[in-house]
Nanobody
Framework: QVHLVESGGGLVQAGDSLRVSCVVS??????????MGWFRRVPGNDREFVTA????????YYSDSVQGRFFISRDNAKSTAYLQMNSLKPDDTGVYYC????????????????????????WGQGIQVTVSS
């Protein structure tokens, strides 16, 4: 098991930007074993698979709703994943969850399937992002 701790959420105005971070720690595998992803739960909608990034940073997935506005990155040396959110809209308001899944075990294609299914193996506690009009 690993611990995922998000930070950087808050309240912003529409059109503004925000970056949230996720630090990986604990006795389990290091971040280099995991694809990292972000999910969100937006009021009125089901849980959404927002984005994911492969261990080496070379493969990335974005949902259609955030494509071109949100950008995922990672710094394995800092055991941290990031989500840069630009051009934020009120509809982006919700709880954002950092998640990790064992890419070294399952491979990237399976990671994407897990994301769609909501089956990432490790989850952070979630952090609130609120975008006002």
């Amino acid at each position: 098991q690993v611990h995922l701790v998000e930070s950087g959420g808050g309240l912003v105005q529409a059109g503004d930007s925000l970056r949230v971070s996720c630090v990986v720690s604990g006795p389990g595998p290091e971040i280099t074993a995991f694809a990292m992803g972000w999910f969100r739960r937006v009021p009125g909608n089901d849980r959404e698979f927002v984005t994911a990034i492969s261990v080496d940073g070379e493969k990335i997935y974005y949902s259609d709703s955030v494509q071109g506005r949100f950008f995922i990155s990672r710094d394995n040396a800092k055991s941290t994943a990031y989500l840069q959110m630009n051009s934020l809209k009120p509809d982006d308001t919700g709880v954002y969850y950092c998640a990790a899944d064992l890419e070294v075990v399952y491979g990237w294609s399976a990671i994407l399937r897990h994301g769609v299914q909501g089956h990432f193996s490790n989850w952070g506690q979630g952090i609130q992002v609120t975008v006002s009009s």
